[in-house]
């Protein structure tokens, strides 16, 4: 369980292949982009991502993540031989993907606007005219729109799932130290 609490984590670690995901509230605010600069960002991000089929675009990525995390984290769930234990652990598993299709759903116009700022502020106006004319290509919102679905891609998912499955073995003595610190120290507060 704790392995599959870690992977959520993961997920977040690297929510930046599903930018719903990668939402951080507690960054300084920036600068205000050149607004000639959001205006064209903004078209990007709606022909790259459009409006109509932006959540089913997102929430197919998460998908993909959750199904390499799932598959990563198989070895500790085969580990619940317990009929009932393993009921709770499925049915808290359909929960937590539930729950976050429905807050990228949500959080989906903020996440997006936040996109067209950043590029606005990380591009310079001549290279998002450029950006804009490519991913006007249909090629161009091909890439866009694939990139996503290159995670599913065999040789991506088996080399994805084994870095995924090393990480979490690497940070297991890690969990394991981290609660027995939080332990003695729940204990030491308990002294006084």
Partial sequence: MRRL????????????AVPCLA????????????PRSLAL????????????RRNALILRRMNRLLQQIEAATAATTREITDVGVR??????????RREAERVITERSPVTFAAWARAY????THAE???????????????????????????????TSTASMTAVMAAI??????????????AARQRRR
């Avoid at 960002?41 to 109509?52: H, M």
């Avoid at 450029?130 to 998912?157: K, L, N, W």
């Avoid at 297991?172 to 120290?185: K, S, T, V």
């Fill in 5 to 16: 609490l870690a992977a959520a984590g993961l997920l977040l670690a690297v929510g930046g």
């Fill in 23 to 34: 939402q951080v509230e507690t960054v300084a605010p920036t600068a205000d982009p050149d």
């Fill in 41 to 52: 960002a903004t078209k990007i991000i709606d022909i790259s991502f459009p409006p109509d």
């Fill in 87 to 96: 009921e709770i652990h499925d049915r808290y598993v359909a929960v937590v």
């Fill in 120 to 123: 606005a502020r990380a591009c």
């Fill in 128 to 158: 998002l005219v450029e950006i804009r004319a490519f991913v006007a290509t249909p090629a161009g919102t091909s890439f866009v729109q694939r990139i996503g679905e290159i995670t599913s891609d065999p040789d991506v998912m088996r």
């Fill in 172 to 185: 297991q003595p890690l969990e394991d130290r981290f609660e027995e610190e939080l332990r003695a120290y």
